[in-house]
């Protein structure tokens, strides 16, 4: 038996949150922790994954290996949409936590604000939008230890056939790892816009590449 037939892929369900979230907080620095950038765990991992969980679980697929949650994808059918929500729900409740923990008085993160904002302004107002042709979107992270197994061509595999099921006309995600890149490109996806960002500079020491990928269903 091969490895991917010992895993378990299914939709998401609420008794999955924690372990989504810990996966969301693991990996949210192209694969490594977001404790190297950020302090304050909740705070983070609700920014990266609170829409996705709470406003569209049925858009949320995990895969489980011995009744252990090792991998996720989270998407919107519509990011327009997941934006408008995040922005007018999400957003002030989370600022209100933040200030709540002290998460603005911690210099790794004014650092983390203060580059993100720089890098915004001078990097991210070139980023073109692709949702008129590409309108759903997705996350998707594997747990270190478990990647190369098939398990992230499986879950990308079951979110298109959602997203085709529900006639969703295309879908893109944005992403600033290399071997991440070669991934997409060989699940079909095409390179629709490469960029860069310098926010994580002090931390990995040089600009990271952001790609945009698309793929029309
Ligand atoms: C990128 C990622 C989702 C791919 O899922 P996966 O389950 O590891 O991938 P699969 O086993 O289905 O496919 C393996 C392919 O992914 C690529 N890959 C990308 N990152 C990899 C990693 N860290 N480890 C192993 N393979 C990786 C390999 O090139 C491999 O190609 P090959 O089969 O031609 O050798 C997963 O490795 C991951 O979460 N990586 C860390 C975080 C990240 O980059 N997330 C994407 C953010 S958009």
């Given at each position: 038996m091969d490895q991917v037939s010992k895993i378990n892929f299914r939709k998401y369900q609420p008794c999955d949150k924690a372990a989504l979230r810990q996966?969301?907080?693991?990996?949210?620095?192209?694969?490594?922790?977001?404790?190297?950038?950020?302090?304050?765990?909740?705070?983070?991992?609700?920014?990266?994954?609170?829409?996705?969980?709470?406003?569209?679980?049925?858009?949320?697929?995990?895969?489980?290996?011995?009744?252990?949650?090792?991998?996720?994808?989270?998407?919107?059918?519509?990011?327009?949409?997941?934006?408008?929500?995040?922005?007018?729900?999400?957003?002030?409740?989370?600022?209100?936590?933040?200030?709540?923990?002290?998460?603005?008085?911690?210099?790794?993160?004014?650092?983390?604000?203060?580059?993100?904002?720089?890098?915004?302004?001078?990097?991210?107002?070139?980023?073109?939008?692709?949702?008129?042709e590409y309108p759903a979107t997705f996350h998707i992270n594997v747990?270190?230890?478990?990647?190369?197994l098939g398990i992230g061509h499986k879950l990308i595999d079951i979110f298109l056939g959602y997203l085709k099921q529900e006639h969703i006309p295309g879908v893109h995600l944005a992403t600033m790892s290399d071997p991440a890149a070669g991934f997409f490109l060989a699940q079909g996806f095409t390179q629709l816009y490469k960029g860069k960002r310098s926010y994580f500079r002090h931390i990995l020491h040089r600009d990271v590449p952001l790609y945009i990928f698309g793929k029309r269903l």
């Open positions: 996966i969301v907080y693991d990996t949210a620095l192209i694969g490594e922790s977001a404790g190297k950038f950020f302090e304050g765990q909740e705070i983070i991992t609700d920014a990266f994954s609170l829409y996705f969980t709470d406003y569209e679980p049925d858009a949320a697929f995990v895969a489980q290996v011995n009744g252990q949650v090792v991998a996720y994808l989270i998407g919107a059918k519509d990011k327009n949409r997941a934006e408008k929500i995040f922005n007018r729900r999400i957003v002030f409740p989370l600022l209100l936590k933040a200030l709540r923990k002290g998460a603005f008085l911690k210099s790794k993160n004014l650092g983390f604000f203060i580059r993100g904002l720089k890098d915004l302004l001078i990097n991210g107002a070139k980023t073109p939008n692709f949702t008129r747990q270190s230890g478990f990647r190369g």
